[in-house]
């Protein structure tokens, strides 16, 4: 193991149990809607699925029913720990390796998925995980969060959000066949003032703060906030020449 590779398993393990609590929190069913649309596609059941960069087991608790051999791949043993407390069955395999590492291995799965998969930082890197698959590879990656409050003040926009578009400038330079899938979940929460109020004070001047809190609250306590996200799914078609 490389000495960045260790270094991303004591990130990861340090974090571990924070970004499960994290998924545990989240309240939109996007495992269980991204199973269902993989069912009616035909791309679930499967004989044998590789979730690579799988973390904490996100999808394992609803994948694993429609597939005979699920492996889930990832870097940090305690990710990996926690993952297989989702596990149902003893058809669910865990292998702690990295992403490199694994395609090395030239070992071959029907589906390949990887959702939120940080190391896939160069769509380059789609072209080593289609060479896992059989028959399909499935990356699946939040596209879209913003929010009426706090969204509109937000000057800073993750990178990370800009991937799935370079990966699909790469695949059509490739003359790569793909499909997009779209999911999108929202939610409504009250917000009060006081907590708006201690989110932007060291943000901007008080001039600019009163016009943001008469904006949004008037002479209200609290306000709706309406959130929304959106994930996508880009599914590769590679049992095809």
């Known amino acids: 193991m490389t000495e960045e590779e260790q270094d991303l ?8 149990e924070e970004y499960e609590e994290i998924q545990q929190e989240s309240p939109f069913p996007i495992a269980q809607e991204l199973g269902k649309f993989l069912v009616q596609e035909k791309i679930l059941p499967c004989p044998t699925l590789l979730d690579i960069a799988g973390g904490s087991g996100r999808y394992l608790s609803v994948f694993q029913d429609h597939v005979k051999r699920y492996t889930l791949a990832d870097i940090s043993p305690k990710m990996l720990e926690l993952a297989r407390e989702k596990r149902k069955s003893e058809h669910v395999d865990f292998l702690r390796i990295s992403q490199e590492a694994l395609i090395q291995t030239n070992k071959k799965f029907q589906v390949v998925f990887s959702a939120m998969n940080p190391a896939l930082n160069h769509p380059e890197k789609i072209k080593e995980l289609c060479q896992l698959s059989q028959k399909w590879c499935l990356i699946f990656r939040l596209v879209k969060d913003e929010d009426s409050l706090f969204s509109p003040y937000d000057q800073e926009v993750s990178t990370e959000l800009k991937w799935m578009e370079d990966y699909k400038n790469f695949l059509q330079k490739e003359k790569q066949e793909f499909f997009v899938q779209q999911f999108t979940f929202g939610k409504t929460e009250m917000i009060s003032k006081n907590f708006f109020l201690a989110y932007f004070e060291d943000e901007c001047s008080k001039r600019e703060l009163e016009h ?4 949004h609250f008037g002479v209200q306590d609290s306000c709706k906030n309406y959130q929304k996200v959106v994930y996508e799914l880009i599914y590769i078609p590679c049992n095809k020449k």
């Open 9 to 16: 398993v004591y990130f990861w393990d340090g974090f571990a």
């Open 212 to 215: 943001r809190i008469n904006e």
